[in-house]
Protein backbone atom coordinates (compact mmCIF):
# COMPACT_ATOMS: atom_id res chain seq x y z
CA UNK A 1 0.00 0.00 0.00
CA UNK A 2 3.15 2.30 0.73
CA UNK A 3 4.36 1.95 -3.02
CA UNK A 4 1.01 2.50 -4.79
CA UNK A 5 0.54 5.80 -2.15
CA UNK A 6 4.58 6.82 -2.98
CA UNK A 7 4.17 6.06 -6.78
CA UNK A 8 1.03 7.88 -7.11
CA UNK A 9 3.02 11.12 -5.59
CA UNK A 10 5.50 10.79 -8.18
CA UNK A 11 3.26 9.89 -11.29
CA UNK A 12 0.78 12.99 -11.10
CA UNK A 13 3.59 15.72 -10.65
CA UNK A 14 5.54 13.78 -13.07
CA UNK A 15 2.76 13.68 -16.00
CA UNK A 16 2.36 17.63 -15.12
CA UNK A 17 5.38 17.96 -16.18
CA UNK A 18 5.93 15.56 -19.34
CA UNK A 19 2.81 16.68 -20.54
CA UNK A 20 3.92 20.17 -21.77
CA UNK A 21 7.02 19.06 -22.39
CA UNK A 22 5.54 16.29 -24.90
CA UNK A 23 3.52 18.97 -26.26
CA UNK A 24 6.71 21.22 -26.89
CA UNK A 25 8.78 18.92 -28.85
CA UNK A 26 5.59 18.09 -31.14
CA UNK A 27 5.36 21.92 -31.64
CA UNK A 28 1.70 22.18 -30.23
CA UNK A 29 0.74 25.55 -28.23
CA UNK A 30 0.46 23.56 -25.05
CA UNK A 31 -1.46 26.23 -23.17
CA UNK A 32 -3.68 27.78 -25.66
CA UNK A 33 -4.77 23.96 -26.58
CA UNK A 34 -5.29 23.80 -22.75
CA UNK A 35 -7.41 26.89 -22.99
CA UNK A 36 -9.66 25.94 -25.71
CA UNK A 37 -10.64 22.14 -23.77
CA UNK A 38 -11.22 24.10 -20.76
CA UNK A 39 -13.79 26.97 -23.19
CA UNK A 40 -15.01 23.50 -24.96
CA UNK A 41 -16.33 21.66 -21.51
CA UNK A 42 -17.83 25.12 -19.98
CA UNK A 43 -19.89 25.13 -23.27
CA UNK A 44 -20.79 21.52 -22.28
CA UNK A 45 -21.77 22.83 -18.99
CA UNK A 46 -23.62 25.45 -20.18
CA UNK A 47 -25.38 23.41 -22.36
CA UNK A 48 -26.78 20.51 -20.59
CA UNK A 49 -27.64 23.14 -17.28
CA UNK A 50 -31.32 23.72 -18.50
CA UNK A 51 -31.66 19.81 -19.01
CA UNK A 52 -30.20 19.50 -15.32
CA UNK A 53 -32.62 21.86 -14.14
CA UNK A 54 -35.69 19.71 -15.55
CA UNK A 55 -34.30 16.44 -14.67
CA UNK A 56 -34.43 18.16 -10.85
CA UNK A 57 -37.44 19.59 -11.35
CA UNK A 58 -39.31 16.93 -12.41
CA UNK A 59 -37.43 14.52 -9.41
CA UNK A 60 -38.88 17.07 -6.49
CA UNK A 61 -42.03 16.82 -8.05
CA UNK A 62 -42.20 12.76 -8.27
CA UNK A 63 -41.16 13.11 -4.78
CA UNK A 64 -43.92 15.59 -3.10
CA UNK A 65 -46.19 14.18 -5.30
CA UNK A 66 -46.47 10.62 -3.46
CA UNK A 67 -46.36 9.11 -6.61
CA UNK A 68 -43.67 6.78 -5.10
CA UNK A 69 -46.01 5.76 -2.24
CA UNK A 70 -49.06 5.32 -3.94
CA UNK A 71 -47.35 2.78 -6.12
CA UNK A 72 -45.08 1.64 -3.14
CA UNK A 73 -48.54 0.86 -1.49
CA UNK A 74 -50.13 -0.63 -5.00
CA UNK A 75 -47.31 -3.50 -4.87
CA UNK A 76 -46.89 -4.26 -1.37
CA UNK A 77 -49.19 -6.98 -0.50
CA UNK A 78 -47.38 -9.15 -3.65
CA UNK A 79 -44.17 -8.13 -2.87
CA UNK A 80 -44.33 -8.87 0.67
CA UNK A 81 -45.69 -11.77 -0.25
CA UNK A 82 -42.42 -12.24 -1.91
CA UNK A 83 -40.41 -12.00 1.24
CA UNK A 84 -39.54 -7.85 -0.09
CA UNK A 85 -39.64 -4.79 2.24
CA UNK A 86 -41.42 -1.74 1.34
CA UNK A 87 -38.39 0.03 1.48
CA UNK A 88 -36.72 -2.45 -1.80
CA UNK A 89 -39.76 -1.39 -3.43
CA UNK A 90 -39.46 2.18 -3.25
CA UNK A 91 -35.56 1.94 -4.27
CA UNK A 92 -36.70 -0.48 -7.20
CA UNK A 93 -39.38 2.31 -8.28
CA UNK A 94 -36.64 5.32 -7.62
CA UNK A 95 -33.92 3.71 -9.12
CA UNK A 96 -34.33 4.69 -12.67
CA UNK A 97 -35.17 8.50 -12.16
CA UNK A 98 -32.71 9.36 -9.20
CA UNK A 99 -29.12 7.41 -8.45
CA UNK A 100 -29.09 9.38 -4.96
CA UNK A 101 -32.33 8.76 -3.57
CA UNK A 102 -31.85 5.16 -4.52
CA UNK A 103 -28.71 5.41 -2.63
CA UNK A 104 -30.28 7.12 0.52
CA UNK A 105 -33.29 4.28 0.33
CA UNK A 106 -30.12 1.37 0.15
CA UNK A 107 -27.93 3.15 3.21
CA UNK A 108 -31.40 3.19 5.12
CA UNK A 109 -32.13 -0.64 4.16
CA UNK A 110 -28.80 -1.23 4.96
CA UNK A 111 -28.70 0.82 8.70
CA UNK A 112 -32.09 -1.03 9.22
CA UNK A 113 -31.67 -4.49 8.57
CA UNK A 114 -27.73 -5.11 8.88
CA UNK A 115 -25.37 -4.87 5.15
CA UNK A 116 -24.75 -8.10 5.33
CA UNK A 117 -28.55 -9.07 6.02
CA UNK A 118 -30.64 -10.11 2.61
CA UNK A 119 -32.21 -7.37 2.39
CA UNK A 120 -28.72 -5.03 2.69
CA UNK A 121 -27.59 -7.81 -0.04
CA UNK A 122 -30.33 -7.40 -2.75
CA UNK A 123 -30.54 -3.65 -2.09
CA UNK A 124 -26.83 -3.54 -2.85
CA UNK A 125 -27.37 -5.68 -5.69
CA UNK A 126 -30.26 -3.92 -7.32
CA UNK A 127 -28.08 -0.43 -6.81
CA UNK A 128 -25.12 -1.83 -9.03
CA UNK A 129 -27.53 -3.83 -11.56
CA UNK A 130 -29.70 -1.07 -12.68
CA UNK A 131 -29.28 2.35 -13.90
CA UNK A 132 -30.93 5.68 -13.65
CA UNK A 133 -32.14 5.63 -16.88
CA UNK A 134 -33.98 9.14 -16.74
CA UNK A 135 -31.31 10.55 -15.92
CA UNK A 136 -29.42 9.66 -18.70
CA UNK A 137 -31.99 10.12 -21.26
CA UNK A 138 -32.60 13.71 -20.12
CA UNK A 139 -29.26 14.87 -18.98
CA UNK A 140 -26.78 13.27 -21.75
CA UNK A 141 -29.42 12.70 -25.17
CA UNK A 142 -30.93 16.32 -24.06
CA UNK A 143 -27.72 18.41 -24.19
CA UNK A 144 -26.95 16.68 -27.69
CA UNK A 145 -29.95 17.32 -29.21
CA UNK A 146 -31.42 13.72 -28.97
CA UNK A 147 -35.03 14.44 -29.66
CA UNK A 148 -36.21 10.63 -30.03
CA UNK A 149 -35.62 8.69 -27.44
CA UNK A 150 -38.77 6.65 -27.00
CA UNK A 151 -36.84 3.07 -27.92
CA UNK A 152 -33.65 4.13 -25.53
CA UNK A 153 -35.84 5.38 -22.73
CA UNK A 154 -37.94 1.91 -23.36
CA UNK A 155 -35.35 -0.43 -23.70
CA UNK A 156 -32.93 1.15 -20.79
CA UNK A 157 -36.40 0.97 -18.31
CA UNK A 158 -36.54 -3.03 -19.69
CA UNK A 159 -32.94 -3.15 -18.75
CA UNK A 160 -33.76 -1.46 -15.14
CA UNK A 161 -36.53 -4.47 -14.79
CA UNK A 162 -34.04 -7.20 -15.82
CA UNK A 163 -31.60 -5.89 -13.51
CA UNK A 164 -34.15 -5.98 -10.42
CA UNK A 165 -35.46 -8.92 -11.08
CA UNK A 166 -32.33 -10.62 -11.50
CA UNK A 167 -31.01 -9.40 -8.79
CA UNK A 168 -33.94 -10.65 -6.93
CA UNK A 169 -33.26 -14.40 -8.11
CA UNK A 170 -29.62 -14.06 -8.08
CA UNK A 171 -29.62 -12.83 -4.29
CA UNK A 172 -32.26 -15.84 -3.53
CA UNK A 173 -30.15 -18.22 -4.75
CA UNK A 174 -27.11 -16.79 -3.46
CA UNK A 175 -28.08 -15.64 0.27
CA UNK A 176 -31.29 -16.95 1.19
Known amino acids: MRILGALGAVVIPLMLLLIPVYGSYKKVKVMDTFVEGAEDGL ?14 AALASVRTSGLIEAAVGILKAP ?50 STDTTFYIVALYFGSIGVTRVRHSLVAGLLGDLVGIVASLVICRNLFY
Open 43 to 56: KLVLRMTPYMIAMF
Open 79 to 128: MLALGLSPEIIAMGLLRPISGSGSLAIASDVMRTYGADSFLGLLASTMQG
